[in-house]
């Protein structure tokens, strides 16, 4: 649809719209004066010409079904007009049971599309009706005029700032000086935390450097104790015992089995019996022989150690929490803490401390499930040793019951071969035992098996130790003050940028500037540079529910105005209540004026004083 941006009403036909019962013609003129008592439909003709235009009365309320004439509910407003161009049009709005329909110069039409020749309800209203922005719209008002404001330019910003600040902020983005101004002053005090980190950490550094030896001492001492204790159970464990010799016995027994086992009667074939025999008990000593190799003692010794640094790491933090009061010097920043910052002070070192116990944590539980895997994998190993040594026992047993069957009518034979291989089997299954165990109680064995794997932690750690204390010490106070300068300058850009957004305020508000009204959708806080939202209006410097309504009227008319230069739309004005102002002294509207005067007891009159195309506005 063609957008029009001006326009001039020549005339208007109500029927059953309000106390417009009958069919009734009007016509305008610009000026126009409408003169009447009360109750006569002054302002009706208002709500007649809103209601063509956006469906709803001349202050925009709801409730249509009042609108309808009591005695005829056929509503219908025709309205004639003449555009900028010099065209005439008709907009007809009829409503009968409930069901609008719009038509314009012949064709039906929606409400969307009107709204896209004459602007949204608001803009049109806050046009015609001068009261309706200020009594009506509220903080939409706002939402309103901020639309229609027309952006300032980065450019021409810093066009109208000091060179200084100008080649400050030439290069950097602003495209929301609010969101630069925020993210500049989160950068300070990340900053501003990295410095008490960093004082911190260099405070701990020099702390630990001091303690790193006695740690090594500790570690070592430790560990030639584990394994002072380890080697004299190794010892114990095989004293006094022919470890070669007990091995050749048990080959020579498994030999002397299967030798036996192959010794059959005749008349029984036991060949593939005693081969499988034979095969079995072979099996029997190398896996009874067999030594469990442990696979996660480097990573448990290295979680250990770990775990304990940061046990230690956090005692300290909670030490110093627990020593803040205001007054105190803070060993972190090396300044006397105040009693606004005790809280900031205290809240950083919660935060650290919570970090240092969640990752305390999450290493304990990565120690407790390494542990737990290196026990289960031990528990997993000998319960397969045993359960294959077991089986293994079984299948020898199936194959001599087998064997048994099979010579039966040499039982007597058979029973003494059987009572030997079952000493011999016996004589394997403890020598087994023997050259695991050694001389060792099961306590001892289990003590030497704890004693190897506090062994392997404790070299780890103390391969961490040593590690740690070989690393060249960080250089904190370059650091330091690395970050201070950067801090120094993020402050400068974060100054230049409170005085681009104040310029950037005042060059985008001084397109409200009136005669005598003023409006204020923002202010800036001096302290701070950022833009605090304000809805303020005044006439002549008096807040507007103080003036009377002949000062309401002249305000609205500025309004009006204003809407009209901030849109590019130019429609008529109705002015009601017009006997309460003698004149217009301050502003003259623009486009065609409709002014309505209540005249005690007159009958209603609408008299056009000028034509409507001698003061067309475009």
């Given at each position: 649809m063609k957008k029009i941006n001006s326009f001039q009403i020549t005339g208007m036909t109500l029927s059953g719209f309000k106390c417009y019962e009958d069919t009734t013609h009007l016509t305008f003129g610009n000026p126009t004066i409408v003169?009447?008592?009360?109750?006569?439909?002054?302002?009706?003709?208002?709500?007649?010409?809103?209601?063509?235009?956006?469906?709803?009365?001349?202050?925009?309320?709801?409730?249509?079904?009042?609108?309808?004439?009591?005695?005829?509910?056929?509503?219908?407003?025709?309205?004639?007009?003449?555009?900028?161009?010099?065209?005439?049009?008709e907009l007809t709005r009829t409503r009968q049971?409930?069901?609008?329909?719009?038509?314009?110069?012949?064709?039906?039409?929606?409400?969307?599309?009107?709204?896209?020749?004459?602007?949204?309800?608001?803009?049109?209203?806050?046009?015609?009706?001068?009261?309706?922005?200020?009594?009506?719209?509220?903080?939409?008002?706002?939402?309103?005029?901020?639309?229609?404001?027309?952006?300032?330019?980065?450019?021409?910003?810093?066009?109208?700032?000091?060179?200084?600040?100008?080649?400050?902020?030439?290069?950097?983005?602003?495209?929301?000086?609010?969101?630069?101004?925020?993210?500049?002053?989160?950068?300070?005090r990340d900053l501003e935390q990295n410095v008490i980190y960093l004082n911190g950490q260099k405070d701990l550094a020099e702390s630990q450097r001091g303690s790193e030896a006695q740690t090594l001492r500790d570690l070592q001492e430790r560990y030639d104790s584990l394994e002072k204790e380890c080697g004299s159970l190794e010892e114990k464990r095989f004293a006094g015992l022919d470890l070669d010799g007990m091995r050749e016995r048990?080959?020579?027994?498994?030999?002397?089995?299967?030798?036996?086992?192959?010794?059959?009667?005749?008349?029984?074939?036991?060949?593939?019996?005693?081969?499988?025999?034979?095969?079995?008990h072979h099996k029997l000593g190398r896996r009874g022989a067999e030594q469990y190799t442990p696979k996660y003692t480097q990573?448990?010794?290295?979680?250990?150690?770990?775990?304990?640094?940061?046990?230690?790491?956090?005692?300290?933090?909670?030490?110093?929490?627990?020593?803040?009061?205001?007054?105190?010097?803070?060993p972190t920043c090396r300044r006397a803490v105040s009693e606004a910052d005790l809280g900031t002070v205290q809240a950083g070192l919660r935060r650290s401390m919570d970090a240092i116990m969640a990752e305390g944590k999450a290493q304990k539980g990565q120690l407790d499930e390494l542990q737990a895997l290196e026990k289960k994998s031990e528990e997993t190993?000998?319960?397969?040793?045993?359960?294959?040594?077991?089986?293994?026992?079984?299948?020898?047993?199936?194959?001599?019951?087998q064997r048994d069957a099979m010579n039966a009518e040499q039982l007597a034979f058979h029973d003494r071969r059987k009572d030997e291989l079952e000493a011999l089997h016996s004589q394997i299954q403890a020598l087994t035992a023997d050259i695991e165990y050694g001389s060792l109680s099961q306590e001892e064995y289990d003590r030497l098996m704890e004693c190897r794997e506090q062994l392997r932690e404790c070299q780890a750690e103390l391969a961490a130790a040593r590690k740690a204390a070989q690393v060249e010490p960080v250089d904190y106070s370059a650091r330091i003050a690395q970050v201070e300068s950067l801090i120094k300058e993020k402050k400068r850009l974060l100054s230049d940028a409170i005085l681009y957004v104040g310029k950037r305020a005042e060059l985008t508000f001084s397109q409200l500037k009136m005669n005598m009204v003023e409006i204020a959708l923002n202010e800036v806080v001096k302290s701070t540079g950022e833009?605090?939202?304000?809805?303020?209006?005044?006439?002549?410097g008096r807040y507007y529910n103080r003036l009377s309504l002949s000062e309401k009227i002249r305000a609205g008319l500025e309004v009006s105005e204003l809407v009209k230069r901030l849109t590019g739309r130019n429609y008529p004005v109705f002015i009601d209540n017009m006997e309460s102002v003698d004149e217009l002294t301050n502003v003259r509207p623009t486009g065609q004026i409709i002014?309505?005067?209540?005249?005690?007891?007159?009958?209603?009159?609408?008299?056009?004083?000028?034509?409507p195309q001698e003061k067309m506005a475009a």
């Open positions: 003169t009447g008592g009360n109750g006569r439909g002054k302002s009706t003709i208002a709500d007649a010409i809103a209601f063509a235009v956006t469906g709803l009365p001349f202050f925009g309320e709801r409730g249509i079904d009042r609108l309808h004439c009591e005695k005829n509910p056929g509503l219908m407003v025709a309205l004639y007009f003449t555009d900028g161009d010099g065209q005439d049009h049971k409930g069901r609008m329909t719009i038509n314009f110069d012949g064709y039906e039409i929606r409400q969307l599309d009107l709204n896209e020749m004459f602007g949204e309800k608001d803009v049109f209203l806050s046009i015609i009706n001068p009261l309706y922005f200020i009594e009506e719209l509220g903080d939409d008002g706002k939402k309103l005029l901020e639309r229609y404001l027309p952006a300032v330019s980065h450019e021409q910003v810093l066009s109208a700032l000091s060179e200084s600040v100008r080649a400050s902020l030439e290069s950097e983005s602003i495209l929301s000086p609010e969101t630069y101004l925020k993210k500049r002053r989160e950068e300070i048990l080959v020579d027994l498994s030999a002397r089995y299967d030798e036996m086992a192959r010794d059959c009667p005749e008349g029984a074939d036991t060949s593939e019996l005693d081969r499988q025999l034979q095969d079995l990573h448990i010794a290295e979680t250990s150690a770990r775990v304990k640094e940061l046990g230690a790491k956090y005692n300290r933090e909670l030490a110093l929490f627990k020593g803040f009061k205001p007054g105190i010097v803070c190993f000998l319960q397969f040793q045993k359960d294959d040594v077991e089986k293994i026992g079984r299948e020898i047993e199936d194959l001599n019951r833009l605090k939202d304000v809805f303020k209006f005044t006439y002549g002014m309505a005067k209540c005249v005690r007891g007159a009958a209603l009159t609408v008299r056009p004083v000028g034509r």
